[in-house]
């Protein structure tokens, strides 16, 4: 248990130097893409949504759930990228070859996901705050808010694995990546509630796990316990399916790639 | 000769759906050797190699590592073993020293024990200078050295090289040559592969030619060069009408293997070259054979590649035997 250890924390900390080596990258990784959406996207359509169609007082604070979950999927959906990059250059090979637990390697790229995850999403959070959100649920709130992003984030950082190990070339890799993304956004309730959409567009977003995520996020800051505790039931129970599917893959994956 | 084994390989065959990789390849390394795989591109001696690492499971036969089975006692054979990939496995934002230190953790050294050993091949591999850098700023040559130190850090009994001089300027190459033979000096085993001739030549104790997943032939570069029948005696005649008078006076020599006239004179493969030297000279004498040329080829690893596997190394793989 103590060579388990001390294995995935030395792995751990591999990320974080690679992150702290690249200034710049680590000042984008922060300041994400997705806080341009809530400043720009979120003020832009204030006055364009109706709040009535919303169900919010206003708009960001309608977009800052969609924000939240979009931020998961992105970094989940990149999670592999790393390991992509080390299964080519022949560095995974090398970890591979030493007396480690053969599951390490993933799990300190989970935790690594899972804390820049975390810190993203609380710094999206504070920005909201800024703009007059703030959680109605409270810290416990954003505790839950953060939970339910982990268990998005480890199902799809298990895709993005399991993409890793499994394509030919990295080229195949985010092509696919890049063919993902946006229709998982817009076939969510990210941006608009699945009431004001389209009916075939609503009924697919209904099969969409990022729909109930932010389901189950957004009245945990718009609402009240009251009105978010059955989301965050049901989105926990969704969560537990989809993590299971997608370890299942990644691990498949895994596996067959290593031997 | 009884010597102890370090590797023995027996049966081993790998097949990607329906390609044969590697096709029942049986053989031994002994402990204390450098034991070269040499091939073609595609020959299937990574595919070997990755098999004895761990790293791939045979679809049949089996092979162990001082005595432990890759595939039931994997996790044994990968403390025993040190890896050095082919491809420049390196992170390029970790110093040389933060490589080290990784490895040190993954093979559960305590901080001491590591940062005793990585001090030691830092200085091995004279990157004592440069250990603080990102290893983004080395040149091929140091990363290679990274690499073997990498390679060292768990204090292996057996080295793996993949390819360890693939695409290296000379220097460095003769440079990555003295370490290899260094190791083995202190008595490691090393295991490569490699596709340079010259580097099997002058570093294997022993070799396996490799080609389509089959062993060609195995030995020693010299005995596999003596078994290709000898060295080569080549004479240009002044007068041609008496080469074939000369060829039968001395295909009844015992000293002589083989006599073939060439349009100028004869190529006579011969066991020794200082036995049968004398030998020629006197019979061209006797027949009164003028000589204007006499020239002596010792076979080159390249004819023995050529003479097991049908062409040069070099030589891309005809496009049948890759499908």
């Not at chain 1, 195949?172 to 956004?185: A, K, N, Q, T």
């Not at chain 2, 496995?89 to 990585?118: N, W």
Request: with cysteine; proline share 4%.
């Amino acid at each position: 248990m103590a060579h388990y250890w001390q294995e995935i924390s030395a792995l751990t900390m591999r990320w974080v130097r690679r992150l702290s080596r690249e200034k710049f990258s680590m000042l984008f990784t922060l300041v994400q893409p997705m806080l341009f959406w809530l400043i720009f996207f979120g003020n832009l359509f204030q006055r364009a949504a109706d709040t009535q169609v919303m169900q919010a007082p206003n708009y960001i604070s309608f977009l800052a759930a969609g924000v939240v979950v979009m931020t998961v999927l992105n970094n989940g959906l990149a999670g592999g990228v790393d390991l992509l990059f080390d299964k080519e250059n022949g560095f995974l090979e090398r970890l591979m070859s030493t007396p480690i637990h053969r599951s390490s390697v993933i799990l300190s790229r989970f935790i690594f996901v899972m804390a820049i995850t975390s810190m993203q999403v609380l710094v999206i959070l504070g920005v909201a705050y800024l703009f007059g959100v703030q959680p109605a649920t409270g810290l416990l709130g954003v505790a839950t808010i953060l939970l339910i992003g982990m268990m998005f984030g480890v199902g799809l950082t298990a895709i993005s694995m399991a993409m890793a190990f499994s394509v030919k070339s990295h080229g195949d890799f985010f092509s696919v990546l890049g063919f993902l993304s946006l229709p998982m956004i817009f076939l969510s309730s990210a941006l608009v509630p699945l009431t004001a959409m389209p009916g075939w567009m609503s009924f697919l977003a209904q099969f969409n796990p990022m729909t109930w995520a932010i389901d189950a996020v957004r009245p945990l800051i718009l609402s009240g316990w009251t009105e978010a505790l059955p989301h965050v039931g049901m989105v926990v129970l969704v969560m537990v399916v989809f993590d299971a599917l997608c370890l299942y893959g990644g691990a498949k994956a895994f596996r067959r790639a290593m031997g | 000769m009884d010597r102890t084994i370090a590797i023995d390989v027996s049966h081993l065959s790998k097949i990607y759906d329906s390609y044969r990789a590697v096709d029942d390849l049986s053989f031994q390394v002994y402990a204390g050797e450098i034991f070269g795989l040499l091939g073609p591109n595609g020959a299937g001696k990574s595919t070997t190699l990755r098999t004895l690492i761990t790293l791939l499971h045979p679809t049949s036969g089996t092979a162990t590592v001082m005595g432990y089975d890759t595939v039931r006692d994997a996790d044994k054979v990968r403390t025993l073993i040190g890896y050095v990939p082919q491809e420049r496995a390196i992170d390029r934002f970790l110093t040389g020293r933060e490589h080290l230190q990784l490895l040190g953790a993954l093979y559960h050294l305590t901080k001491e024990e590591a940062a005793k050993r990585i001090a030691e091949l830092l200085k091995l591999v004279e990157l004592e200078a440069h250990a603080d850098r990102p290893a983004k700023t080395y040149s091929g040559g140091m990363k290679r050295k990274l690499d073997i130190a990498c390679g060292l850090l768990p204090d292996p009994k057996i080295l793996f090289l993949d390819e360890p001089t693939l695409g290296l300027d000379v220097q460095s190459r003769l440079r990555i040559w003295d370490y290899v033979r260094m190791l083995k000096a202190r008595g490691m085993t090393v295991v490569m592969t490699t596709n340079y001739l010259d580097e099997a030549d002058q570093l294997c104790d022993r070799l396996a030619i490799i080609d389509g997943g089959k062993i060609k032939t195995l030995g020693s570069p010299v005995e596999l060069k003596i078994a290709l029948g000898g060295d080569i005696v080549s004479l240009t005649l002044k007068e041609t009408d008496r080469i074939h008078s000369l060829e039968s006076e001395l295909k009844s020599r015992p000293a002589i293997k083989a006599v073939r006239a060439t349009t100028k004179g004869l190529d006579i493969r011969v066991e020794s070259p200082e036995k049968a030297l004398p030998t020629i000279l006197e019979s061209a004498n006797r027949l009164g054979c003028d000589i204007d040329f006499i020239q002596y080829n010792r076979p080159r690893l390249d004819d023995v590649f050529i003479a097991h596997t049908g062409r040069a190394i070099t030589e891309s793989i005809p496009e049948s035997e890759t499908a």
